[in-house]
């Protein structure tokens, strides 16, 4: 079956640090990757996203490259903020015969960033 | 605004006592489902809904129940709830294109559930 495998956290940085969370995934075919962040006491909502091979998701300054070489969709962001504190979720997305997508999440990294 | 909506935010309960989650949502979306998530484990789906009166199995059903008779509304329901159903809820919407979801989910702000 699919499955998302992210490092684990939680993840404590100074601003203007550099930020990479790493993400791989097991999947047959041909998913559709994506990056899902849940600040505080909110739901979770769309990062960034990548539906194929080599394609990059970027917003917001973050950024994830699709890579099926290496079945890796890793999350970075040069210079994070204070505001980026939150909880990230890689997720992928398959197509099922009778079910339409179905998305399949990682276990989630804490992101802390200090002033 | 385009929202989903969840009714209670919080709630704490006692064992075997039913109770129902509302969800709402006001994007006309086809694609419904509910999840939870418990540290460590990310979010796991419960059940999902494909259109009005079509409902079926996530990978954690057992011990909840769901109904859709309007395409705005998904609720979830415990007939009896246990300790070990305590968890963040949520509920999430998202279109169909061609027969399947557009893959891009749009969730409520959480339900969160304690049960004694």
């Known amino acids: 079956g699919n499955s998302v495998t992210q490092m684990e956290g939680p993840v404590t940085l100074s601003e203007e640090a550099f930020l990479t969370i790493n993400c791989t995934y097991t999947?047959?075919?041909?998913?559709?990757l994506f990056w899902y962040v849940q600040y505080p006491g909110e739901g979770l909502q769309l990062l960034l996203k990548?539906?194929?091979?080599?394609d990059k998701g970027s917003n917001k300054g973050f950024e994830a490259t699709y890579r099926k070489e290496t079945t890796s969709f890793h999350l970075e962001k040069g210079s994070v903020q204070v505001s980026d504190s939150a909880v990230y979720f890689c997720?992928?997305?398959?197509?099922?015969?009778?079910?339409?997508?179905?998305?399949?999440f990682g276990e989630g990294t804490q992101l802390t960033v200090n002033p | 605004e385009a929202q989903v909506t969840q009714n209670p935010r919080y709630l704490i309960t006692v064992t075997g006592k039913k109770l129902t989650v509302t969800c709402s949502q006001n994007?006309?979306?086809?694609?419904m489902s509910w999840y939870r998530q418990d540290p460590g484990l990310g979010l796991r789906q419960i059940y999902y809904?494909?259109?009005?009166?079509?409902?079926d199995k996530g990978d954690v059903p057992e011990g909840y129940k769901v109904s859709r008779k309007e395409k705005r509304n998904f609720p979830l329901i415990l007939e009896s709830p246990s300790p070990n159903q305590t968890s963040l809820y949520f509920c999430?919407?998202?279109?169909?294109?061609?027969?399947?979801?557009?893959?891009?989910?749009?969730f409520g702000p959480g339900t969160r559930l304690t049960v004694l």
């Open positions: 809904s494909m259109n009005v009166e079509v409902t």
């Open positions: 999430a919407s998202t279109p169909l294109a061609g027969g399947f979801n557009t893959d891009t989910q749009y």
């Open positions: 990548a539906t194929k091979a080599d």
């Open positions: 999947a047959t075919g041909y998913p559709s």
């Open positions: 997720a992928l997305s398959s197509r099922q015969e009778t079910s339409g997508s179905r998305l399949t």
């Open positions: 994007m006309n979306h086809e694609y």
